[in-house]
T-cell receptor, first 114, second 115 residues
Framework: DTEVTQTPKHLVMGMTNKKSLKCEQH?????MYWYKQKAKKPPELMFV???????INESVPSRFSPECPNSSLLNLHLHALQPEDSALYLC?????????????FGQGTRLTVV | AQSVTQPDIHITVSEGASLELRCNYS??????LFWYVQSPGQGLQLLLK??????LVQGIKGFEAEFKRSQSSFNLRKPSVHWSDAAEYFC?????????????FGTGTLLAVQP
């Protein structure tokens, strides 16, 4: 199983809503990532969890709150988002945080903030 | 600082023609290099990777890439393009991120395939 599963595939939320994005992998990977991707742009790293601990936060606004409940799950909690936060949110995982490991990506959640 | 440059924003090729997508990197140590492909609205799929050894690496879907240290390049090639290859292609380098390493992506090359 080389899959990273993200739910939901699509999400529309108002600026006062609270919602969560979910990501799951069963490859035994110990590093998990959240990326944000705007149209026609490369993915931008948001957060990295390594061995269930937050190891990188790329100065992401606090309205995005990551959580790693266990080694297979990664959540991204959303609150008070702005329309400019509309994007494709990608989850990825890799065996560890080493340079020579490949990252496996999920299909993404298309988020629209209205 | 580490960086990846993809000089071509958009490329159009005819089906059956050969393809080369350019990628240049800036990295102080031995680079770990990747090519990913993304179809519209989808996630990224790894095409191939270079860690060490043979500088010509083979990937999925008939793609190959050649690592040239002297030119700081890792260009992606395919001898005969199929219409299903139309997608966005990203070159990436593995980079130290402090506690955990991370991928740095180029800006991408959008490939269109003409019948």
């Amino acid at each position: 199983d080389t899959e990273v599963t993200q739910t939901p595939k699509h999400l529309v939320m108002g600026m006062t809503n609270k919602k969560s994005l979910k990501c799951e992998q069963h490859m035994g990977h110990r590093a998990m990532y959240w990326y944000k991707q705007k149209a026609k742009k490369p993915p931008e790293l948001m957060f990295v969890y390594s061995y269930e601990k937050l190891s990188i936060n790329e100065s992401v606004p606090s309205r995005f709150s990551p959580e790693c409940p266990n080694s297979s799950l990664l959540n991204l909690h959303l609150h008070a988002l702005q329309p400019e936060d509309s994007a494709l949110y990608l989850c990825a995982s890799s065996q560890g945080g080493r340079l020579n490991t490949e990252a496996f990506f999920g299909q993404g959640t298309r988020l629209t903030v209205v | 600082a580490q960086s990846v440059t993809q000089p071509d924003i958009h490329i159009t090729v005819s089906e059956g023609a050969s393809l080369e997508l350019r990628c240049n990197y800036s990295y102080g140590a031995t680079p770990y290099l990747f090519w990913y492909v993304q179809s519209p609205g989808q996630g990224l799929q790894l095409l191939l990777k270079y860690f060490s050894g043979d500088t010509l690496v083979q990937g999925i879907k008939g793609f190959e890439a050649e690592f040239k240290r002297s030119q700081s390049s890792f260009n992606l090639r395919k001898p005969s393009v199929h219409w299903s290859d139309a997608a966005e292609y990203f070159c990436a380098v593995g980079a130290y991120g402090g506690a955990t390493n991370k991928l740095i992506f180029g800006t991408g090359t959008l490939l269109a395939v003409q019948p």
